[in-house]
Nanobody, 122 residues
C-alpha cells in the first residue's frame, strides 16, 4: 500500500521552529521528487519547497528562502522540512506530495499525505 504521512506540526510562537517529516510506506522516496505544499484558508495552495530524487535540485518559495530547509533521510525513508524563524503568515496545513520530478503545479502530483497543521501565533 502506497502511503505518505506528515507529522511534526503544531502551535508555535512567532520566531520559533518546527520540523516536519514526510514518511513513506510502500515505496522508496529516494526515487521520487518530493514537494511540500501549504494551504491557508481562503488562499491558493502554494509550493513551499521541492527536492529532486537525486537531491541535486532544490527549490524554495521566495517567502521561505533562508528560513526553511528541505532534506532527505534515506535510512528513515523520509523527507523533512526544517522551519525556522516562523511567522504568523506561515500558518497553514502543510502537505507533502511526490511525482517523478519537481513541478509547481499541485495538480500533477501523484501521491499526497493527509496534511499537518502548523499554527504560528502568540
Amino acid at each position: 500500500q502506497v502511503q505518505l504521512v506528515e507529522s511534526g506540526g503544531g502551535l508555535v510562537q512567532p520566531g520559533g521552529s518546527l520540523r516536519l517529516s514526510c514518511a513513506a510506506s510502500g515505496f522508496m522516496l529516494d526515487y521520487y521528487a518530493v514537494a511540500w505544499f501549504r494551504q491557508a484558508p481562503g488562499k491558493e495552495r502554494e509550493r513551499v519547497s521541492c527536492i529532486s530524487s537525486g537531491g541535486g535540485f532544490i527549490i524554495y518559495a521566495d517567502s521561505v528562502k533562508g528560513r526553511f530547509a528541505i532534506s532527505r533521510d534515506s535510512a528513515k525513508n523520509t523527507v523533512d522540512l526544517q522551519m525556522n524563524s516562523l511567522k504568523p503568515e506561515d500558518t497553514a496545513v502543510y502537505y507533502c506530495a511526490t511525482r517523478r520530478g519537481c513541478n509547481p503545479n499541485y495538480r500533477v502530483y501523484d501521491y499526497w499525505g493527509q496534511g499537518t497543521q502548523v499554527t504560528v501565533s502568540s
